[in-house]
C-alpha cells in the first residue's frame, strides 16, 4: 500500500491474532508510526487470547489513556487464562465500569464454582442486562441450587430465549424433567437449543417414545438429535427397536447406522451387525473401524481382519483406530505374519508415530512371544504413557522373566508415569512365575501405602499364587484374613490360586477348602472338580475321587476338549483334545511317543522316583 493510516494498521494487527499469526501481530504493532485506543485494546486482547499474560499487561501499563474497553480486555483476559483473582484485582480498580465490566466478573466467578461471591457481585450491580440475569441464573442451576435459580429466573424484568434455554438444562441435568417440560410449553418462543434440551433430558430419562413425539413435532428436524435418540434405544438395550425406527424414518444418516451397529456387537448379535453394515450405501472410515473392533470383540478377529483388508480395497485410508483394533485382533493369531505387514504400513503412513498405535504394536509383539520386537518398538517410541509401561510390563510377567520385568518398572519409577492397578498386576505376576516372594510382599505393600491403590482380586490372586508357588500355604490363608479386613469377600481366583498351590504341594486339607469354596461360587467348573478327583486319588482317597466324579456326572458337567494349532508354510492345523481326524495324525502321534521316550530317558539319569512307563502314561494322557 503506497499510504497505510492507523485503520489498516489495526486491521493488519487485528487478523493476524485471528490467524495465529501472534509474532507477526506483534511485529506489525512495534512498527506502527501512530497507535489508537483501537490498537491497544485489540493487542490487549489478542495476548490475553494466547495466554501471554505478562505482555499484555505490559501493553496495558504503557497506555496513557485507558478506556471502559481496556480495563474489559484486561479482565477479560484474566478471566479467559483463569487468573480469577487478578481480574477481581483490575475490575476493582477501574475508575469506570459499565454492565460489561460486571458480567465479566460475575461470569468468572461463576465458572470458577464461586458463586457466593458472584452472588455478592450480582447485588452490587445498579444496572442489570438480560446476560447479568442469565449468567447468575446459569450459576446457581450448576451449583445444583435449582430452586433458587427458578426464582431468580422468575424475577427478570425481561427473558430472552437464552435465558429460557437455561432453566430449562438446569432441570434437565438435574433430573426434573417434567419441570423442565411445563416451561418449554410456557416459552413464548423457541430455538432449535430449546428442542434439543428438552428431547436429551427425556433420552436421559429412557422416555425414548415421549422424545421421539417431540421430535416428530420439531419445526426443524435435528439430525443430531435423531442420533441422540437412537443411541438413547441403544443404551437401554432397545437395538432392534431403534433399527425398526431406522428403516422407517427418513431422517437417519451413517451415524445412526453406526450407533445401531455398535449395540448389535454390544449384545453380541453379530449377524445383525453385519447384515446392517452390509445395506449402508456410503460408507467412512468410522463404521469400518466399528465393524474390525466389533468383530475382534467378539471373537470373530480373523472375519475383522477381512473387513480391514476389504476397507483398503474399497480406498478408504485407515487411521489410528483401525491400526490400532487390527494390531489387537493380530495379538490372538497364531501367526505374526499379518502383524508385521500391518506393522510395515503404518511405518509407511507414518501412522507409527502416534502413542495410541505403538502401544498396541508392543502389546501384540508381547502376546505373541516377540519380546524382542515388543521391545524394539518400544524403545523407539518418543514417549510413553502408562498404557505403554504396562505393555511391555506385563508382556515380560506373561513370558516369565522376571528379572526383565522388575527392570522395566524400576525405569517406570523413575519417569513421570505413575503406576495403576494394570501397572502392579504384571509385576506381582511376575514375582509370582520368578518365585520372588520378598519382592512380590514389597511391592504389593509399595502399591497399597505408597500409589494408594486399592488391591483388586487380581492383585490377591498374585500373591496367594506367589506364597503358594513357594510352598507356603500358612502364609497364604493369614493373607485371606487380610482380604477379608479389606472389606473384600474372597473372590474364585484367589482360592483357585490356592487349590494350585496346593496340589503342587500336596496339601489336600487346605486343597478341599479351597476346592468346595470356589465349587459354591462357580458350581460348573470342570477344573476344580479334575483337580480335587486327582489330589485324592494321589493320596489314596480313592472314595472320595469317585464322589467327586459322581457329583460331576450329576452336575451334567463335562471337560471342555483342549485346543491348540500352530502354522507350518502358511497352512494352519488345529488340533483338538481326543480328535483323531488329522490327516497327519499318526506321524504325529509317532514324533510324539519318540519325543516322550527321549525325554523320559533325560529325566531319568541319573536317579528319579518316576519310571519311565510312568511318563509315557502320564504324556500319552496329556495327548488324549
Known sequence: MPQRNTVTWNTMIRGYFQNGFFEKAMCSFNQMPERDNFSYNTVIAGLMQCGDVNNAREVFDGMVDRSVV?????????????????????????????????????????????????????????????ASWTIMVSGLVRAGRIVEARELFE????????????????????GYIDMAEDLFQRMPVRDLN?????????????????????????????????????????????????????????????????????????????RNAVKVFELIRTRDTTVWN????????????????????????????????????????????PSLDLGKQTHAQTIKTGLNCLIAVSNAMVTMYARCGNMQSALQEFSSMPIHDVISWNSIICGFA?????????????RMRLTDVKPNHITFVGVLSACSHAGLVDQGRY???????????????????CVVDLLGRFGLIDEAMSFLDQIRADGVEVPPSVWGALLGACRIHKNIKVGEIAGESILEVEPFNSGVYLILAEMFLSSGRKADAEKIWARM?????????????????????????????????????????????????EILKPSTATTSKEFQISFDGCYE
Open 290 to 333: 466399528v465393524m474390525i473392533f466389533g468383530l475382534g470383540e467378539n471373537d470373530r478377529g480373523e472375519d475383522g481382519i477381512k473387513f480391514f483388508i476389504r476397507m483398503k480395497e474399497s480406498d478408504l485410508f485407515p487411521d489410528q483406530s483401525t491400526f490400532t483394533s487390527v494390531f489387537t485382533i493380530c495379538s490372538d493369531l
Open 194 to 270: 430449546s428442542w434439543k434440551q428438552l428431547i436429551n433430558g427425556l433420552v436421559t430419562s429412557q422416555r425414548i417414545d415421549e422424545a421421539i413425539r417431540k421430535f416428530m413435532e420439531m419445526p426443524e428436524k435435528c439430525q443430531k438429535t435423531w442420533n441422540l435418540i437412537i443411541l438413547g434405544f441403544i443404551r437401554c438395550g432397545l437395538i432392534e427397536e431403534a433399527h425398526a425406527f431406522l428403516e422407517k424414518c427418513p431422517y437417519s444418516n451413517i451415524v445412526s447406522w453406526t450407533n445401531v451397529i455398535v449395540g448389535y456387537f454390544e449384545i453380541g448379535e453379530v
Open 70 to 130: 481496556t480495563w474489559n480486555s484486561m479482565i477479560s483476559g484474566y478471566v479467559r487464562n483463569g487468573l480469577i483473582d487478578e481480574a477481581i484485582r483490575v475490575f476493582d480498580n477501574t475508575p469506570i465500569r459499565d454492565v460489561i465490566s460486571w458480567n465479566l466478573v460475575i461470569g468468572g466467578l461463576v465458572n470458577c464454582q464461586r458463586i457466593d461471591l458472584a452472588e455478592e457481585y450480582f447485588k452490587e450491580m445498579n444496572d442489570r442486562d438480560v
Open 155 to 174: 424475577e427478570m424484568p425481561a427473558k430472552d430465549i437464552q435465558a429460557w434455554n437455561v432453566m430449562i438444562a438446569g432441570y434437565v441435568e438435574n
Open 553 to 601: 456326572k450329576g452336575n451334567g458337567i463335562k471337560k471342555q476338549p483342549g485346543c491348540s494349532w500352530i502354522e507350518i508354510n502358511n497352512s494352519g492345523h488345529v488340533f483338538l483334545s481326543g480328535d483323531r481326524s488329522h490327516t497327519e495324525f499318526r506321524r504325529i502321534y509317532f514324533l510324539l511317543n519318540l519325543l516322550s521316550a527321549e525325554m523320559g530317558t
Open 398 to 410: 506373561h513370558h516369565g522373566d522376571g528379572k526383565k520385568t522388575l527392570e522395566m518398572f524400576e
Open 443 to 461: 511391592y504389593f505393600d509399595y502399591m497399597k501405602n505408597k500409589c494408594f491403590l486399592q488391591p483388586t482380586s487380581e492383585h490377591y490372586t
